[in-house]
Nanobody, 123 residues
Framework: QVQLVESGGGLVQPGGSLSLSCAAS???????????MRWYRQAPGKERELVAT???????YYVDSVKGRFTVSRDNAKNMVYLQMNSLKREDTAVYSC??????????????WGQGTQVTVSS
C-alpha cells in the first residue's frame, strides 16, 4: 500500500561522501500529507539511532555525531527525503533506514519504514 524505496548506499573511503535518497509512494491520491521524515541507522551490535529529522516545515535535527557533516533535505513535490553524508568516518558504518510519517486517505497518520541500505566506510 505504501512503499519507501531507498537508494544510494555503498562502500566509501574515510573522508568520502555518499548521498542517500528515500522515495515514498502509494496508490494515487492516498497520501494526503507527509509530516516528519527521518533517517535512522543501526550498526552491528548497536541499537538503532536517530541520525536526522526534517519536519514538514523544513526544521532539521541532527544527532551530535553527524552535525556539520550530514545534511537532511526533502522534496515535497516528489515525496522524497535525502541524506547527504560528507567527511564520512568508519563509525558511520551502519544500515541506514528512512522513516516517514504519512497521513493516508481512509487510514490516517502512520509511520512507515524503508528497507534499509548499507553504508560501509572503510579503506
Amino acid at each position: 500500500q505504501v512503499q519507501l524505496v531507498e537508494s544510494g548506499g555503498g562502500l566509501v573511503q574515510p573522508g568520502g561522501s555518499l548521498s542517500l535518497s528515500c522515495a515514498a509512494s502509494a496508490a494515487s491520491g492516498r497520501i494526503l500529507s507527509i509530516n516528519g521524515m527521518r533517517w535512522y541507522r543501526q550498526a552491528p551490535g548497536k541499537e538503532r539511532e536517530l541520525v536526522a529529522t526534517i519536519t514538514s516545515g523544513g526544521v532539521t535535527y541532527y544527532v551530535d555525531s553527524v552535525k556539520g557533516r550530514f545534511t537532511v533535505s526533502r522534496d515535497n513535490a516528489k515525496n522524497m527525503v535525502y541524506l547527504q553524508m560528507n567527511s564520512l568516518k568508519r563509525e558511520d558504518t551502519a544500515v541506514y533506514s528512512c522513516n516517514v510519517d504519512l497521513t493516508l486517505l481512509y487510514i490516517g497518520r502512520r509511520d512507515y519504514w524503508g528497507q534499509g541500505t548499507q553504508v560501509t566506510v572503510s579503506s
